[in-house]
């Protein structure tokens, strides 16, 4: 009998045991995200790995060492709070090094994310830039007047530095890391030139008053130049091994303005293989709209992409959809001609780089599920960047970790009217071909585990609660936030959502005001408890992005298939498992040419494809760099899309003539000869590299802007959903325009102090 009982009492715990093993998935799914309140504003955050630093717009600094969920006040040895910081730094080879900028009081750095600090021996600093592949090696900026600095160099993260003898320092960048090995310092020390030895010598590329600024992209470097007219002009190296000091890779740019005043010059991008360069005509529209051109594969040559695109003094609505190279979604001014202030916009999506746009497809149902009826002129129109400035509604959202996935604020009809406040929130599982219904009203939004997760909370409205979708939007479920400093429960006016960077982790920041206390707060939400399981191999499925145009699912003439997870697979994916499975050229056709400089699209259609006719303004034949007995080519009024690899099918061969015996040379006396497009081979096919940006909420964006009397270059780091920290450097220029032959204008701005 007693031992029936034991058997009994054991049989009983083992069925006990299974049932509560075959529960725990679900308890696991059914537990809530965990939250926290922290009575903070937010400038700016920076990552050290899962280490975060927060700076305040007072300048003090918070850290986190469990992905934003809680932070903590930083004080030095003494006990005396890091404080008066402008900046945060952190070194893109060893993360746990970092620097924390300040230009009032002592700067601070940290080689071990923060769990010491020591101070830097160095006043009046104003601008550091770290090695991008050197680890604790910096350059800075410091004891700047009115037009220049002098030059400090540290090879150890800030404690001991080497002062440059001259105090000439107008600009100072470190070559980037596709230009060799060895520490470059290329900028203006009076002239433009380059340093191979950290600043103890200077060869000049530019003489004296030959130059008056610069900027460094990603992969162009862009100086202004004065010719041997007095006329200043844009100069662009395609950076490749060690030219950056090769004064022969300078080239001039072409732009075909016409008769129509340059204003302002903006760099928006230049990482799908062309330079993407926005341009203001006059001083009223330097508030509303510009001209977006686009360059040719060595950024020399620019044709109009967009003409009208909205933009609010050089913040242009031109959004990346970050993961996919090519693929760019902006706002045109509709009624531009008009006397107006309430102008309308309407937002179009490129998938050639910016060579053919399309208008965003409306949803088929509205958010209750009844069908909408969207014919002719009406389509989807979303907020841009350029809205950041007057009003809470963030830009169209993606993540290269979230491949395909968008969030943007708009309204479905022929327009968007500046003041309309009539907006909902729409998204895209197909990076932007079809769109569909979110929530009603304008809110702001975040993806996280690699759009796993996303968050959403109104702007227009106070709220005690933020909404998330563990399944694509599929289902929703509301988190109220915790209660606040005084026992009541947090009501928010949303301002922003924050994440770690690349999307990937779980933990998400809720940025806006307390409405009790009147101050700035943060609402922390950890979601890492909330997936029943980790994903495996039968959660993922195989997406390739297209247009739909033609049979063939090609951008930029190949065809790119993801891995990523299904829509309703509700689990936790760890980073890596979303990636590129193939890649392969495709046929070339129409859609991979577009219209070379001098020529305009006359017509468009599936039959015949683009017909390019001349403009007027054709570039000068021969060209004005053209030593005699060298070739150059001559198009036929198309070319290949910049970034396209299709091979075979359509080409439009270029000609080849020499140069005549007695054909003047600029004062570079280089070439300007361009190779014809090959689509009989194209360029061979490899995965996109990996960047800092792609692991960010949104790629890097650099600003060149040229107003009548400055230059101001403004380098925008939109790892803030496309609304990131701007850095400026103004230059005192003067805008000039010349021309080099008839109907055919040129960049020009001219450095009166020089």
């Known amino acids: 009998g007693t031992l029936q009982y034991s058997a009994d009492r054991m049989l009983v715990a083992f069925l006990f045991v299974c049932v509560l093993a075959c529960l725990w998935p679900l308890s696991v799914a059914q537990q809530l995200p ?177 130059a008056g600024g610069m900027v460094l992209m990603s992969h162009f470097l862009f100086v202004g130049v004065l010719d041997d007219n007095d006329h200043v002009v844009l100069f662009v190296n395609k950076l490749a091994a060690n030219n950056c000091t090769d004064r022969t890779a300078y080239r001039e740019s072409v732009f075909p303005f016409g008769t129509e005043l340059p204003v302002s010059y903006t760099l928006l991008d230049d990482t799908s293989g062309s330079v993407s360069l926005g341009v203001t005509f006059s001083q009223y529209n330097f508030l509303h709209w510009g001209n977006v051109y686009t360059s040719d594969k060595d950024g020399y040559h620019y044709t109009i992409s967009m003409q009208h695109v909205q933009q609010d003094w050089g913040v242009f609505d031109w959004v990346p959809v970050l993961g996919i190279e090519g693929v760019y979604i ?56 350029s809205s950041s400035a007057w009003e809470a509604t963030p830009p169209v959202y993606s993540n290269a970790n979230a491949i395909g996935l968008l969030i943007g604020v708009g309204t479905i009809g022929t327009g968007l009217l500046f003041d309309n406040t009539d907006l909902d929130t729409f998204f895209s599982r197909d990076a932007g071909m079809t769109w569909q219904y979110l929530m009603a009203g304008p809110s702001v939004y975040a993806f996280g585990d690699h759009g796993g997760i996303w968050i959403v909370a109104p702007t227009t409205a106070q709220t005690n609660s933020s909404r998330y979708t563990l399944d694509q939007g599929h289902s929703w479920s509301t988190f109220s936030f915790p209660s606040g400093p005084q026992g009541t429960q947090t009501q928010l006016q949303v301002s922003e959502i924050r994440t770690s960077p690349g999307g990937t982790g779980s933990t998400f920041m809720v940025v806006g005001r307390d409405v009790n206390t009147r101050q700035p707060a943060i609402v922390s939400i950890d979601f890492s408890r909330v997936w029943p399981r980790v994903c495996t191999d039968s959660d993922y499925e195989d997406w390739f992005p297209t247009d739909g145009r033609t049979g063939q699912p090609c951008v930029l003439g190949r065809q790119i298939t993801y891995r990523r ?33 001098g020529y305009d699209q006359a017509a468009s259609d599936a039959e015949d494809g ?10 000068p034949d021969p060209p004005l760099d053209c030593p005699a007995g060298t070739t150059y080519t ?10 396209d690899t299709c091979q075979g099918g359509l080409t439009f061969p270029m000609t080849t003539k020499t140069c005549p015996s007695m054909s003047s040379t600029t004062m570079s006396g280089a070439t300007t000869s361009e190779p014809a497009p090959d689509a009989s081979t194209g360029s061979p096919v490899t995965p996109p590299a990996e960047s800092p940006a792609s692991n960010g909420l949104i790629a890097a964006v650099v600003v060149l802007s040229v107003a009548l009397v400055a230059v101001l270059i403004v380098v925008a780091l939109k790892n803030k959903k496309s609304r ?30 020089l």
């Open 565 to 597: 997870r299904i829509a309703t697979a509700v689990c936790s994916s760890p980073d890596g498992l979303d990636h590129i499975v193939s890649m392969s050229n495709c046929t070339c056709t129409y859609e991979d040419w577009e219209c070379d400089v």
């Open 610 to 619: 683009i017909v390019c006719v001349s403009s007027g303004t054709l570039p």
């Open 34 to 210: 965990l939250a926290s309140y922290a009575s903070l504003d937010v400038a700016d955050i920076q990552w050290s790995g899962p280490i975060g630093f927060l700076l305040t717009s007072e300048g003090q600094v918070y850290r986190s060492d469990n992905q934003g969920f809680t932070w903590h006040a930083q004080t030095m040895p003494g006990g005396s709070s890091l404080y008066m910081i402008s900046s945060i730094l952190v070194d893109r080879v060893n993360s746990s090094s970092v620097i924390f900028l300040s230009e009032q009081a002592e700067s601070w750095a940290t080689k071990d994310a923060g769990a010491s600090y020591y101070t830097m021996p160095i006043d009046d600093i104003q601008y550091v830039k770290m090695h991008p592949h050197l680890t604790g090696v910096v350059l800075g900026l410091t004891n700047c007047d009115t037009y220049s600095c002098k030059l400090a160099i540290s090879q150890d993260l800030g404690v001991t530095w080497s002062r440059s003898s001259t105090s000439d320092w107008g600009q100072a960048e470190w070559a980037p890391t596709s230009v060799g090995a060895d520490p470059i310092i290329i900028g203006f020390c009076s002239e433009f030139g380059y340093s191979l030895d950290l600043g103890r010598s200077f060869v000049v590329l530019f003489p004296r008053g030959r």
């Open 724 to 753: 990131g920290a701007i850095v400026s450097l103004t230059n005192n220029l003067r805008a000039r325009f010349s021309s080099s032959s008839p109907g055919y204008n040129r960049v020009s701005f001219l450095d009166s102090d």
């Open 330 to 385: 902006t706002s045109n001014i509709t009624n531009w001609d008009q006397n107006t202030n309430n102008l309308t916009s309407k937002t179009y999506i490129t998938w050639s780089n910016g060579a053919e746009w399309t208008p965003l497809v409306a949803p088929d149902h509205d958010i209750d599920g009844n069908p909408i009826l969207c014919t002719g002129e009406c389509s989807l129109n979303l907020r841009g960047p």
């Open 634 to 643: 001559v198009s036929q009024g198309y070319r290949k899309v910049a970034g």
